[in-house]
């Protein structure tokens, strides 16, 4: 992900106001809209009608089905959506959005889950070396997306070229770094 699509998605990330209802679900006020802006979908549409999932190839693996993932994201579901498998085995057929009534296609939903996905592993190593960590990035993403052997060649002459270190460097100043963290407000951490 480049820094100017980093900024663009800090930007749609209005400040923080995620409020705790009981101890267990935490919501977060700002995931919709920030969802909403960064897939261009209008979520809020979705009534629930789960003509997505029914047509949707994979959501017989998937631990949310596409519909269920939208509900998640209206309610502000964050946390429980950024974890969710489902978001890494769309395979962005479009089924979704030919079978919506209101013309919501959630697989651009699911590609702007993933860019938040991503985006906070990125902001997680600014905090902690003050420079992005490519290799951890880059396992991450292998994991999350199970797209194992893809670039694996042009990975392996990378790291025998030295441009994947192992081990994260630090800059030096990194607590200014850290200051700048503490300074934002958390929705945007
Ligand atoms: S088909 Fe459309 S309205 Fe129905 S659950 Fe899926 S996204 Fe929502
Ligand atoms: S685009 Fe993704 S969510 Fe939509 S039907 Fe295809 S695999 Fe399922």
Known sequence: MTTGAA??????????????????????????????????????????????????????AMDYGPAHILKLVQLGQKDKVLRSKAIWLCVGCETCWTRCPNGIAAGHVMDALRVLVLHRQFLTSIRLFGRVHELSMLALYKLLSGDLFTDLDLGARMFLRGKIPILPERIKDLAKIRQLFTQQPRGQR
């Open 7 to 60: 900024a663009s998605i800090s930007s749609t990330v209005k400040p923080n106001v995620a409020s705790t209802v009981g101890n267990a679900l935490r919501v977060d006020p700002t995931f919709l809209p920030t969802v909403e802006a960064l897939s261009h979908e209008n979520i809020r549409l979705c009534y629930y009608c789960l003509k997505c999932t029914a047509g949707c190839p994979t959501a017989y």
